[in-house]
């Protein structure tokens, strides 16, 4: 692992992305897994901008002390990457997948969306469009369509990006009582002239009544359940069934979770205000994940994707907080990620480095990223990813994250 | 009632209002019904209810407490200090919320105030605003659902409860007095000042969601230049919780001096501005148009007609933002009197429709209630973001959620049903909206709360 700093430009290259370009193409024939089929991938959404330089600080960053002031301050010693970087202390469990060599940080990316609104930053992230709304399915669904990739969100509702041509199942915890099969008998038959209606319940019958899953997973138990793993929070409780769904041999091979709560418009450095909560259950829930796919084996053909709608601005705001941004920070995670570096073509923390002279400027396309895990893990054609997935992304940029 | 008039009673009851257990509610003259109910909305109903001043005074006591319960007074504890809490209040507010829709007689007007709730959405999912949001729907969105509005936005955007929530209340000008105060203070101990300048979430959000949209934003009619000026406008209106008059909204020492321009329009400096802007924005054609996709989608269609749009939005400008024309429009619209349902409810619309259909009484619509809203994916007055609930069928309509009404419809029903003939409420209630599959399948179920579920659970019932 080297890290390149090139001080007439202040740029830091550390990692792939330098290298990736010149790699020989039979590096990427090796990245396929075993057997198709095989390769499970996680995608989880950051829903609300996280605020990239606080959870992987740059502190090696000549410009960094003096760009976030009072954000540059850490109660506990920030755990040391590769390059300038450095993870938030709390997610030291990620910092122990870095130093396994499991974990990858990529830094400066974002989207090609830059105006900075949640809900348009979320629908570009979610539908793999270029602008908000020219495209209203989601690019995970696209991407499984043709091969009838299975997948699950562990929410209520369909996430976007896995809103298309296939079949989605959920699951989220719940308190109330199971109905029985025979009243979801007849409310299939009510549901005759409602498609929409039917095919939700049907989906829904078959996780919770259907044949196949174990007991402890059909059912209403799943209140008590979670009760039980209280040390991982409730994304750490999504995550850890995520981890029993995806183990399953037949059952999905995708999954998305989503975790709120990213927004730190006001004291951000609160070491027990809900940045910090959120770093540590997003911390807890990963490490729950890796604990549930690892008996199996599975955790070995994993790739999980961590990613936000946007960063937020370098500068702290009038109220010890940040404002949206564009450029931030992502995670590529799993058995099967070449991890232990921070992929990041450094643009500097300078006022005139900066996107319109206040955001981390983008230098690496979050799509890139994204493409990259589909062709590489999922096999997906390229031919597709350039076209159906992400429309007018031709040319961008591979990056080599997987294990040859 | 004729079979035409049963119909527009059918759809003015279910889709125009919040269900009801007979439509004879809604006359011969199913129209003028919903006219008749243009207006404020009802008072609340509910004990223990705070008006705003009350509220912030219960939010400032509360933090007194808190901080007392550092150096708890001998012979207490911390937890006996800070016992009660906001659970009281916030119990009050949702039970108020519920129990006002279920009992309604103006169900139109209560759904217009859900609608203004959610559009000015002030949620419980950020500590600020606890024990205020009640307070907010009550004083800033009720009384003027059918006023201008301009004058919703102003009530909405200078309420405390928005000025903590979207963070204004800690927003400050770079070169107001406040930030120059607390520079010098800083200097004098040598630490970093605490208050430093803006925060642009509300200037934002009152552009994006409030009033010109998003779609606004996309094709350049503003831009982070108007977001940074508009928040500096906003500057100085706050909430003094430490004040002893809280009523005072905006304060000099906090606001940005000089004059701010935004959407090419300069202001001056002073609290003055804010209404200026907000004017402005009013009677600006990108909110007109966005108001009038947003009503015209809650009524109509998730994706609504154009038309119906473009006249809904030439109603509200030509009536200086005015509302109730903008309704009198809607209701004559022959667009939103579709037989076929487009709409599908949300948890909330589904749980009171429930209470209504099934004449809960007081007592049970507190059992039936928030716990049943929040365990079918909605959290009331708890929406996840400054966006609000979605009111889009795709995004209440994943298996889980279904699977969730499902179960929440089976006990209901397992308590009701045997008591409740399914039949013959869902001639009543319904009428012709009824199908005729549904109908068979009420008829041949294996008893009453097994028919009562499948009633809850109808297309024809689930959606509006």
């Known amino acids: ?404 | 009632m004729n079979s035409a008039s049963s119909l527009q009673a059918a759809i003015a009851a279910h889709r125009f209002g919040l269900g009801e257990a007979s439509l004879a509610v809604a006359g011969s003259d199913p129209r003028g019904w919903l006219d008749a109910q243009i207006g404020p909305a009802d008072a609340p109903r509910g004990d223990g209810l705070l008006n705003t001043a009350q509220a912030l005074d219960h939010v400032a006591a509360e933090r007194e407490k808190r901080r007392e319960a550092k150096n708890p007074p001998p012979g207490m504890t911390a937890e006996q200090v800070l016992a009660g809490h906001y659970r009281e209040v916030i119990t009050a507010d949702i039970r108020s919320r519920m129990l006002t829709a279920a009992l309604t007689t103006r169900p139109f007007a209560e759904r217009l105030q859900w609608f203004w709730s959610n559009h000015f959405t002030v949620s419980l999912a950020k500590g600020s605003t606890r024990g205020l949001v009640g307070a907010f729907e009550r004083d800033a969105i009720r009384p003027n659902i059918a006023g201008s509005f301009e004058s919703l936005l102003v009530a909405s955007t200078t309420h405390p409860a928005m000025l903590r929530y979207l963070d204004n209340s800690q927003s400050a000008g770079p070169h107001s007095t406040i930030v120059a105060r607390a520079a010098r203070r800083a200097e004098r101990l040598g630490e970093g000042p605490r208050i430093t300048g803006l925060n642009e979430n509300l200037a934002r959000e009152v552009l994006e969601l409030h009033t010109l949209g998003a779609e606004a934003a996309r094709s350049g009619q503003y831009t982070q230049r108007d977001v940074t000026a508009f928040a500096a406008v906003l500057t100085g209106w706050r909430v003094a919780l430490l004040d002893d008059d809280r009523s005072r909204l905006f304060d000099p020492l906090w606001h940005e001096p000089g004059s701010k321009t935004v959407l090419g329009k300069t202001y001056p400096a002073g609290p003055e501005a804010l209404r200026q802007v907000l004017h402005d924005l009013a009677v600006h054609p990108a909110t007109a148009h966005f108001i009038a996709t947003k009503l015209a989608r809650h009524f109509v269609a998730d994706a609504p007609p154009p038309a119906l749009v473009d006249r809904l939005a030439s109603t509200y400008l030509k009536n200086s933002t005015q509302l109730a024309p903008v309704y009198r429009e809607l209701i004559r619209s022959p667009e939103a009197w579709n037989a076929q349902p487009a709409k599908l409810k949300t948890p909330e619309e589904f749980v009171i429709s429930s209470a209504r259909m099934l004449g809960l009484d007081r007592r049970s619509i507190d059992r039936a209630d928030a716990g049943g809203v929040f365990a079918l994916g909605q959290r009331v007055q708890a929406a996840p973001s400054p966006a609000g609930w979605s009111d889009r069928a795709d995004d209440w309509l994943g298996p889980d959620a279904v699977w969730k009404r499902v179960e929440w419809s089976t006990r209901v029903a397992s308590r009701l049903g045997s008591s409740i003939d399914a039949r013959v409420l869902a001639a009543q209630s319904l009428g012709p909206l009824l199908e005729p599959q549904t109908a068979t399948q009420l008829e041949r179920a294996a008893d009453g709360p097994q028919a009562l579920a499948l009633l809850l659970m109808a297309p024809e019932f689930q959606r509006r």
């Not at chain 1, 070995?300 to 940040?322: K, Q, S």
């Open chain 1, 1 to 404: 692992m080297t890290s390149m700093i090139d001080s007439s430009r202040r740029r830091v290259l550390v990692g792939a992305l330098g290298a990736a370009a010149l790699a020989p193409l039979s590096a990427l024939s090796f990245a396929a897994t075993s057997r198709p089929g095989d390769a499970r991938f996680v995608f989880v959404i950051l829903r609300g901008g996280l605020d990239g330089l606080y959870a992987v600080p740059a502190i090696g960053d000549p410009d960094f002390a003096a760009a976030r002031g009072p954000l540059a301050q850490y109660e506990q010693a920030p755990l040391t990457l590769s390059g300038p970087f450095a993870l938030h202390p709390n997610l030291a469990q990620m910092h122990a997948m870095y130093g396994g060599g499991e974990l990858a940080v990529l830094h400066a990316v974002g989207l090609p969306y830059r105006d900075r609104s949640h809900f348009d930053a979320q629908q570009v992230l979610e539908s793999g469009g270029v602008r908000p709304y020219e495209i209203g399915t989601g690019w995970l669904a696209r991407a499984l369509a043709p091969t009838s990739t299975k997948s699950i969100a562990l929410s209520t509702a369909v996430p976007l990006v896995l809103r298309g041509p296939g079949v989605v199942d959920t699951w989220a915890p719940s308190a109330l009582s199971d109905p029985g099969a025979d009243l979801v008998a007849r409310l299939a038959q009510m549901y005759a002239n409602d498609p929409a209606l039917a095919t939700a319940l049907e989906r829904a019958r078959a996780l919770h009544l259907g044949a196949g899953m174990p007991p402890e997973m059909a059912g209403a138990d799943t209140m008590g359940e979670a009760g039980k793993n209280k040390r991982y929070g409730n994304f750490g409780v999504l995550a850890q069934r995520a981890a029993e769904f995806l183990a399953q041999s037949g059952g999905p091979q995708v999954a998305v979770l989503e975790i709120g709560g990213w927004d730190s418009h006001a004291n951000e450095a609160n070491p027990n205000g809900a940045l910090a909560n959120g770093l540590r259950q997003l911390d807890g829930g990963l490490a729950a994940l890796r604990e549930g796919l690892l008996p199996s084996g599975t955790w070995n053909r994993t790739v999980v994707l961590v990613a936000t709608e946007f960063g937020r601005e370098v500068a702290v705001n009038g109220t010890l907080g940040t404002d949206h941004g564009t450029g931030g920070a992502a995670f590529v995670l799993g058995g099967a990620v070449q991890g232990g570096r921070v992929i990041a073509d450094w643009p500097g923390l300078a006022k005139r480095d900066r996107y319109e002279g206040r955001d981390l400027r983008i230098t690496t396309d979050l799509r890139a990223v994204i493409k990259s895990v589909l062709a590489d893990h999922l096999q997906v054609a390229t031919s597709a990813l350039d076209s159906a997935v992400f429309p007018g992304s031709a040319g961008s940029a591979k990056l080599l994250l997987l294990k040859a």
